[in-house]
């Protein structure tokens, strides 16, 4: 018996596994189809600084929706997707990106030190980067970890987690 539960824990972890592999994967591809929908909005089709918001907002609007597919059809695949989903999924998102993601982004933009080391590190090494933007760049990737690892729990368990397919049982 206890072998049979080592088994399917394990099995678990393995899918598990493969699931943040690909929840990866899409990740890294949607964010570079929102910063690639968001340079040519901003600097083709806009290209006025006074509408740069509304350039960020269509390229977030267009990858949510792609996200909501990729993650369907790829990272979840072998989940039966109830019709739910994509409200728990739009909701969340708004919820993440108007409260939790601003707190979170300028909570990690107090960690000076890390900023300070990196800033010196790009002045050593003659990158002119000012410290506002190492810093600000800095809050922005530790707060994307954070919130791709929230985000994959969060999917994982309550948008796309209701009814796995007989393979996944």
Not at 143 to 149: P, R, T
């Amino acid at each position: 018996m206890k072998s049979e539960a080592k088994q399917a824990k394990k099995t678990a972890d393995i899918k598990v596994s493969k699931r943040a592999g690909r929840y990866l994967i899409v990740g890294i591809t949607l964010t570079l189809f929102n910063y690639g929908l968001y340079a040519i909005l901003a600097n083709v089709i806009f290209n006025n600084q006074e509408l740069i918001w509304l350039s960020t907002l269509i390229s977030t609007v267009a990858t949510t929706f792609l996200a909501y597919f990729l993650h369907s059809k790829i990272t979840w695949k072998e989940r039966d997707i109830t019709k739910a989903a994509i409200y728990k999924f739009f909701i969340w998102n708004a919820i993440l990106a108007f409260a939790i993601g601003p707190w979170i982004t300028q909570l990690f933009s107090y960690i000076t030190p890390l900023y300070d080391l990196a800033y010196n590190i790009c002045q050593a090494i003659h990158i002119n980067f000012t410290y506002e933007f190492v810093q600000t760049t800095g809050a922005f990737v530790l707060a994307s970890a954070v919130i791709m690892v929230i985000n994959f729990l969060f999917y994982d368990k309550f948008v796309f987690g209701e009814k796995p397919n007989k393979e996944e049982k």
